[in-house]
């Protein structure tokens, strides 16, 4: 799958987006360093946002929430699943429960035994479960499931287009591709991929279940005892499901249900009333007696006609089979990602850090993002993808920052001035200045808090990982774009890490490509950071570490930069030709003064030719 952290930063990764957004055609091969650069609504986020919902399989947080929305899903089991032995499973659950009535009026009804000494028998026993006869009371049968793959298969197909339709507001999944294959494909391919061997067990699963509802010709009296009854009497089951055979289109399971009685609330009751009533004595008779002429068919079919536990018990089972299933699929499509783009994880930054990151503070690493939901209904966006997943990787940065980070937080003081601290009596961040002094993080500036949005979550990447971000120079002034391109050259660096970004900043884009072709010297770098901005010669050794940092590791980075104009075209600039062909900050500067100085020559020769008039 993954050979090596060289693999993983060289793989080949070919993007190629149609028809999404204001996008009409976009194509990319992703380097080290990727540059989406383009004037605003040009489609940079709607780009960023289709790769990272193609590969969000790749984010563990991500996939934790897609996990519990499938695990939410409810399937049409009567399509999907034949129950090859259901009537003889029926006919065992039903004898199993009469005998088990029988054996409670028995225990509970002894002529041989006061009240008193059952009481004190019970409350000796070392399970409360267990009770004389009842101690070896149980019932086992076997059940044969045949599920129809096919339809499971698009099922979950369906469950996984809806999802990820969700992320980018758009019907034509099939149009973003990595490395020529669309998402359904990768998902149909790692769904078929799975091939159990035979005799394969499942994970046990144990639940209590009621005993069967039977509501039929009942007074209120009598109904209102039997609730007593299924609240009072419950049956244990414990599965063990084996996989007989998987092919293409089926995939046969024999479910081993072991059932056990657990009177742990009736044997409570007992004690405390040293009995049970008459009444409920007469209520299970009665049970019993409506019991018997229930029908058992038709388990999945008309309530009135069956022994509804058995809807419980059966359900369970096949939810079990499900969530395998559903593992299987997540884990074999992962599988699939990595093998298909070499990369190990995928990490999605987005804009309005400084917003987040105030909401963040909010709370101490270890709350859920949940806990946020109650703050007002205009939170209720960060639920979804990618924000949610960047909020987790956020509280992750800070507990990493709790045991360390100090070597990248290096890196970002030149640029940020100082330095993030967690302050662990409130389990939240500050912000330290030069002399030590620290703040809160809510008060310090917009360009501090966008930077942490920054450096939290890469603190948790790992090797061989995908960082995708929205407009890394977001409230950075001019000179500092400049830096910032240097930053993230020294973050795919040390982090190996590859990075794909958005920017409406030229500057970034040719500090990157310039500092990788002409490899400056260490010297050189620290000079041209001090001489954008003078205020740095005081923080001379960290501008060495971040000098270093960007000539670290044995290879060469490699860049790539694409412009996207406002007509939904992108197109691979080379480094050179980026001044020339691309309208950017040098260019709007250089416009701006023409103009400027258009329009004084204009003010002046008006206001010329109106005091030659006075004149005249």
């Known amino acids: 799958m993954i050979n090596d952290a060289n693999e993983l930063s060289t793989g080949k990764v070919n993007v190629k987006i149609t028809e999404i957004g204001p996008i009409k055609t976009f194509s990319a091969n ?21 790769i990272y919902w193609f590969l969000q399989a790749l984010d563990q947080k991500a996939v934790n929430r897609l996990r519990n929305k499938l695990n939410s899903t409810e399937h049409d089991w009567h399509e999907l699943l034949s129950i090859s032995n259901s009537s003889e499973f029926s006919v065992n659950l039903k004898n199993y429960i009469l005998d088990l009535i029988d054996q409670i009026m028995n225990a509970f009804t002894d002529s041989n035994s006061t009240r008193r000494k059952k009481a004190e028998r019970i409350r000796e026993s070392d399970d409360l479960d267990d009770v004389g006869v009842l101690r070896e009371f149980n019932g086992e049968f076997d059940l044969k499931l045949n599920l129809n793959k096919q339809l499971f298969t698009e099922d979950f197909t369906d469950i996984f287009r809806t999802y ?15 490395n020529g294959k669309n998402i359904l494909t990768i998902l149909e391919d790692a769904v078929n991929s799975i091939l159990l061997p035979i005799k394969t067990n499942l994970e046990v699963s144990d ?19 039997f609730r007593r009854i299924l609240r009072d009497i419950r049956i244990r089951l414990s599965l063990i499901m084996k996989i007989n055979e998987v092919n293409d289109s089926i995939l046969a399971v024999n479910v081993k249900a072991t059932l056990k009685p657990d009177f742990g609330v009736l044997f409570r009751r007992f004690d405390r009333y040293a009995g049970l009533p008459r009444s409920f004595i007469e209520a299970l008779k009665q049970y019993r007696e409506n019991m018997e002429i229930m029908g058992t ?5 008309e309530r009135r006609q069956n022994l509804r536990t058995l809807g419980g018990i059966i359900n369970s089972i096949i939810k079990k089979l499900d969530n395998n299933f559903l593992e299987m699929v997540l884990n074999e499509f992962k599988f699939t990602l990595q093998s298909l783009t070499n990369l190990g994880s995928v990490k999605f930054i987005p804009y309005g850090r400084n917003a987040i990151i105030q909401m963040n503070n909010l709370v101490s690493a270890s709350t859920p993002i949940e806990e946020l939901y109650n703050l007002g209904e205009e939170l209720e966006s960060i639920k979804g993808i990618p924000y949610a997943s960047y909020f987790d990787w956020l509280n992750e940065g ?42 809160d993080l809510g008060l310090s500036s917009a360009m501090v808090e966008e930077l942490t949005g920054l450096l939290l979550p890469i603190l948790s990447s790992s090797e061989g990982e995908l960082l995708i971000v929205e407009e890394p120079e977001a409230q950075l002034h ?18 190996k890490v590859r990075i794909l970004f958005s920017t409406h900043s030229d500057l970034i884009a040719l500090a990157i490509h310039y500092i990788l072709d002409l490899k400056p010297d260490t010297k050189s770098l620290v000079t041209l950071m001090e001489n954008l901005l003078p205020d740095l010669k005081g923080e001379h050794d960290n501008l060495v570490s971040l000098a270093e940092a960007i000539q670290s590791g044995e290879e060469s980075l490699t860049s790539t930069i694409f412009y ?3 007509d939904g075209i992108s197109q691979e600039i080379i480094g050179d030709d980026l001044e ?32 030659d008039g006075e004149r005249r």
């Open 564 to 566: 996207m104009n406002r």
């Open 297 to 301: 068919q038709g388990i999945l079919g």
């Open 207 to 225: 639940g209590r279940y009621s005993l069967p509802i039977i509501v039929e010709n009942l007074n209120d009296e009598t109904a209102y005892t």
């Open 478 to 495: 001019v000179s500092i774009q400049i830096l910032m391109g240097l930053l993230l050259i020294a973050i795919a660096k040390t982090k």
């Open 30 to 50: 992703l380097s080290n360093l990727t540059v989406l650069l383009g004037k605003p609504n040009s489609g940079k986020s709607y780009a960023l946002r289709s």
């Open 398 to 439: 800070k507990l990493k920052l709790k045991s360390g980070g100090e070597e990248l937080q290096k890196l970002f003081i030149p640029i940020m001035g100082g330095k993030i601290t967690f302050l662990p009596d409130q389990e939240t961040l500050g912000y330290g200045f030069k002399g030590g002094k620290i703040l």
């Open 164 to 178: 990820f339709r969700e992320s980018v507001n758009s019907d034509l999944v099939e149009n973003t591709k990595v």
């Open 580 to 611: 020339r062909d691309v309208p950017g900050i040098s260019n709007t500067v250089e416009t701006f003064f023409k103009w400027v100085v258009s329009e004084i020559k204009r003010s002046r020769e008006k206001k010329s030719r109106t005091v």
